[in-house]
């Protein structure tokens, strides 16, 4: 489950965070606990990283593999057009299995340390170098050829391939506490895969979606970290920041692509985020919409943390009972009861909905999860300010 | 045959390649592999006893002559070494050395559900081409084609 939850950490939910974040955001404005903070973002992204970081030993491990990597990275020269593809390809090629055509691609293609795939995969380290090893193996033995495949061969590859840079730019999202350069070295990166597979594949829908949503994602960067390298919400970004250019590459992409009417989750994904790009104020949020198209990704993708985001966006659409009632469905599946943002984003809409106890308790259940240091600080100050303690028996 | 291929190297850090003619020397985390020049390839049929069609229908007929044109084209590019379809494993006679014995016992050595029917061995540049005629097999949809490297042993 751990796996499955970390192979959810899509953009879409990325966007949906932020909402999210916003949301609360908007409820400490009207009157709500005040200074919701950049947290829920960085909890969003972080996720993966957060649950290693329970494991205590792993965080000196993972600094010292991203600081290798940077360093490494620094005098290496980038490999570009054909080339790159066919090795992307290869790394995904259909006779290798699934799990280790990411991990590959990861590997060779981003070059990425075992220790840092591990993480973005949340597996062991011995189990991703011992896969590696693997397939490599087989790639040597059985001749498999760094080519780009034909268009007969293309459909089959394309999926891991789609999957490989998606996760990409993920991980180029979510190193926060490493240095910018890291992070937009790899989006840029993903950024690159994905502008040279749309190139060699201009009609695939999928292709074009996954382009598109990494630009719409990546023009809002210069305005997601303030002078301090915090974190700004979606809601609270200086909207003249953004990339214009991207914007509207990204969107001219994405309407071309649905334009041909074989919808996939990735163009879904660069849907909901031109949603939230269009919208010249973060009130000016088309919720409704994004509700909807949740509700296609989810038709393609039934995970309950999509299930999660979609509630969120229906709060603001049809109310904070609205979004209620989805988001107590979800907490009874014993899938989701470790994941903090649950229990949070269900306790500010309790709050909101004027359920001052239950909003406590679920804050309480999120604390009971252990999270990480800001996080903790921004839920014991919600409680606080719903005028409770921490723990029950702290109460006097 | 010196294949055309793209020198890629594993490095600690990523990967740099740059097309040109492959030496079949592959430098991985400080490794040298090397790699065959020419790849040769088995591809097992595998069908289950009763599929496919009936001997005697005209689909059995269909099949045979796919058979054949999938033979010819392999013959035709060059890239047939041998091939040949198997009696049944009705007629099959397994051997084993135990202590110096000979000891033979009737029918193949594993009883499985699909059963091997035929073979074709390839001669092929790469897994891609092998797989490309392997899927010309009618087996291919009737019951499944295995394609494995053969081993290459010792330097030529």
Not at chain 1, 61 to 72: H, I, N, P, S
Not at chain 1, 267 to 274: D, G
Not at chain 1, 313 to 325: K, R, T
Not at chain 2, 105 to 116: H, M, N, T, V, Y
Request: glycine content about 8%; hydrophobic content about 45%.
């Amino acid at each position: 489950m751990v796996a499955r939850l970390a192979g959810d950490l899509s953009l879409a939910e990325d966007c949906a965070q932020e909402a999210c974040a916003a949301a609360v955001a908007q409820w400490s404005r009207d009157g709500l606990p005040a200074n919701p903070g950049g947290w829920v973002v960085a909890v969003a992204r972080r996720r993966a990283l957060d649950h290693l970081r329970r494991e205590g030993a792993r965080a000196g491990k993972e600094r010292e593999a991203l600081r290798e990597w940077v360093t490494a990275e620094a005098d290496g020269s980038a490999v570009a057009g054909d080339d790159q593809l066919a090795l992307l390809f290869a790394c995904c090629h259909p006779a290798l299995d699934p799990a280790s055509r990411v991990t590959l691609t990861l590997r060779v293609v981003c070059g990425l340390p075992a220790a840092s795939i591990a993480r973005l995969l949340l597996q062991s380290e011995p189990a991703v170098a011992q896969r590696i090893v693997r397939a490599k193996r087989k790639i040597r033995d059985a001749a498999i050829r760094l080519h780009v495949p034909d268009p007969r061969e293309r459909p089959a590859r394309l999926v891991s391939v789609l999957r490989a840079i998606y996760l990409t730019f993920t991980e180029g999202h979510s190193p926060h506490d490493a240095s910018a350069v890291v992070r937009d070295d790899l989006c840029e990166e993903a950024l690159r895969l994905a502008g040279g597979l749309h190139r060699l594949l201009p009609d695939e829908p999928e292709v074009t979606g996954l382009l598109a949503l990494i630009l719409l994602t990546s023009a809002r960067t210069a305005a997601r970290a303030d002078e301090n390298d915090a974190l700004v919400l979606l809601a609270d970004q200086d909207r003249s920041r953004w990339d214009q250019g991207r914007l509207a590459q990204g969107r001219s992409l994405i309407e071309s692509a649905l334009a041909q009417h074989r919808p996939g989750p990735y163009q879904l994904q660069a849907a909901i985020a031109a949603c939230h790009t269009d919208a010249a104020t973060a009130a000016g949020t088309d919720w409704r919409q994004i509700a909807a198209l949740y509700s296609e990704l989810l038709r393609f993708d039934p995970s309950p943390v999509i299930e999660a985001n979609r509630a969120v966006a229906v709060a603001y659409a049809e109310g904070p009972a609205a979004g209620l009632a989805i988001l107590d469905t979800l907490a009874a599946s014993p899938q989701l009861t470790r994941w903090p943002q649950l229990h949070i984003a269900r306790a500010a809409l309790l709050a909101q909905c004027g359920r001052h106890e239950d909003a406590v308790a679920a804050y309480r259940g999120a604390l009971a999860l252990e999270p990480a240091g800001p996080v903790r600080r921004h839920i014991t100050g919600q409680i606080a300010a719903l005028g409770a303690a921490p723990t029950p028996d702290q109460e006097t | 045959m010196r294949r055309e291929c793209l020198v890629f190297r594993f490095l600690r850090v990523g990967c740099r390649i740059r097309g040109t003619v492959f030496d079949n020397t592959v430098t991985a985390g400080g490794e040298t592999l090397t790699w065959e020049d020419d790849m040769k390839y088995i591809a097992l049929l595998y069908g289950e006893p009763d599929s496919g069609p009936t001997p005697g229908t005209p689909d059995f007929t269909a099949m045979l002559g796919e058979f054949q044109s999938a033979t010819a084209a392999m013959a035709e590019a060059g890239v047939l070494v041998d091939s040949s379809p198997l009696q049944s494993p009705l007629t099959a006679t397994t051997v084993r050395v135990r202590d110096g014995e000979i000891q033979l016992s009737d029918g193949p050595f594993a009883e499985i559900k699909e059963q091997l029917g035929g073979y074709y061995i390839l001669d092929c540049a790469d897994l891609d081409t092998a797989l490309r005629y392997a899927a010309m097999i009618p087996s291919a949809r009737y019951g499944s084609v295995e394609v494995r490297p053969l081993m290459v042993m010792g330097p030529h």
